[in-house]
């Protein structure tokens, strides 16, 4: 079983910078990609960044020059840079990893694995 174990969250101010960290567990073969997810009170679960294991990334608008996702593919981490944070960047932040191939036999995929969930508060 591939668990994923988040950390970093916490209180932020608006315009200071966080760091999370996302780090995958199990016998693993290969992820496809990883990212960070978002959600904000109320509101639905959204794409903030993703990277390959190729080292292409993806960025929410919201947080394009904002923020900066890294991984270290040998260590299966990924990490968010998160700079000039604002209210609006106010939420529960999920570590998601995509096409987890085990390396135990029999070898299984797994589409989808999800973290807990670390909390963002930015706030003065």
């Known amino acids: 079983q591939v668990l994923l174990r988040e950390s970093g969250g916490g209180l932020g101010q608006p315009g200071g910078s966080l760091r999370l960290s996302c780090a995958a567990d199990?016998?693993?073969?290969?992820?496809?990609?990883m990212g960070w997810y978002r959600q904000a009170p109320g509101k639905q679960r959204e794409l903030v960044a993703t990277?390959?294991?190729?080292?292409?990334?993806n960025y929410a608008d919201s947080v394009k020059g904002r923020f900066t996702i890294s991984s270290d593919n040998a260590r299966r981490k990924v990490y968010l840079q998160m700079d000039s944070l604002k209210a609006e960047d106010t939420a529960v932040y999920y570590c998601?990893?995509?096409?987890?191939?085990?390396?135990?036999?029999?070898?299984?995929?797994?589409?989808?694995?999800w973290g807990q969930g670390t909390l963002v508060t930015v706030s003065s």
């Open positions: 990277v390959t294991s190729g080292g292409v990334t």
């Open positions: 199990g016998n693993i073969a290969s992820i496809y990609a």
């Open positions: 998601n990893a995509e096409q987890v191939m085990s390396a135990t036999l029999p070898r299984r995929m797994q589409p989808e694995v």
